[in-house]
């Protein structure tokens, strides 16, 4: 082998060497998120809300540290809200404005829609 190809060839070596296939890790931990909103929005799934309560927090306790992703807390606190929980519902909408601030608004008025005085139905 002359010098020349042993020199490329070092340096492929090298630099190949230095490329990794790692990946950065996910910025958010997603679980089951994605798929629960889907099934249960886009294909009319049979979930209860009881067991999409039960998946979210499933994911919740999973994802420990990490984040989880927009729309996430959102997602539970109208769960919650729709199941009578009105205190973990303010818990969730607030911890989605905590996360993701540009939310403030639209949380605000999740918040304060769990204030108002419920309308009676007519009967």
Aim: aromatic share 8%; with cysteine.
């Amino acid at each position: 082998m002359t010098r020349s190809r042993v020199v490329v060839l070092a340096a492929v070596l090298t630099i190949g060497g230095c490329a990794t296939n790692s990946r950065p890790p996910p910025l958010y931990y997603w679980g089951h998120y994605e798929e629960q909103i889907y099934a249960a929005h886009a294909t009319g799934s049979t979930l209860t809300v009881h067991d999409q309560i039960t998946a979210l927090e499933g994911d919740k306790a999973v994802a420990g540290t990490r984040r989880l992703p927009p729309g996430f807390h959102a997602e539970l606190g109208y769960l919650y809200s729709v199941d009578g929980q009105s205190d973990a519902a303010r818990a969730e909408f607030l911890a989605e404005k905590t996360a993701f601030p540009e939310s403030a608004a639209f949380m605000d008025r999740l918040l304060a829609a769990l204030d108002a005085p419920k309308k009676d139905t007519p009967k």
